[in-house]
């Protein structure tokens, strides 16, 4: 079993930045963040496999930078130049293997909500 809590959510003004951390009773394979926004399905933010590998979703190249740090057992997503289509509730995930699918994640944190206003 895997605990991730999530922390770093907030209210922010378009163009400004948020850091979001998911602290983990252990790693997995992969790490990822998904979010969910008003009446939208769960998506694919970022995922960062063992040896450091990272893809993104299109929609956040550029902006988005997801890290992580085993020695502090913590998972990051530095965001900036945040957009109104960023609101939503993000999930920290563990899994064994990076996929865009979020059913393939058997480990969720509880969320943290991200407001950006224009």
């Known amino acids: 079993q895997v605990q991730l809590v999530e922390s770093g959510g907030g209210s922010v003004q378009a163009g400004g930045s948020l850091r979001l951390s998911c602290e983990y009773s252990s790693s997995r394979i992969c790490m990822a963040w998904f979010r969910q926004g008003p009446g939208k399905e769960r998506e694919g933010v970022a995922c960062?496999?063992?040896?450091?590998?990272?893809r993104y979703a299109d929609s956040v190249k550029g902006r988005f930078t997801i890290s992580r740090d085993n020695a502090k057992n913590t998972l990051y997503l530095q965001m900036n130049s945040l957009k109104p289509e960023d609101t939503a509730m993000y999930y920290c995930?563990?899994?064994?293997?990076?996929?865009?699918?979020?059913?393939?994640?058997?480990?969720w944190g509880q969320g943290t909500q991200v407001t950006v206003s224009s």
């Open positions: 995930a563990a899994g064994p293997a990076c996929h865009r699918s979020p059913g393939l994640y058997p480990y």
């Open positions: 960062i496999n063992s040896v450091g590998n990272t």
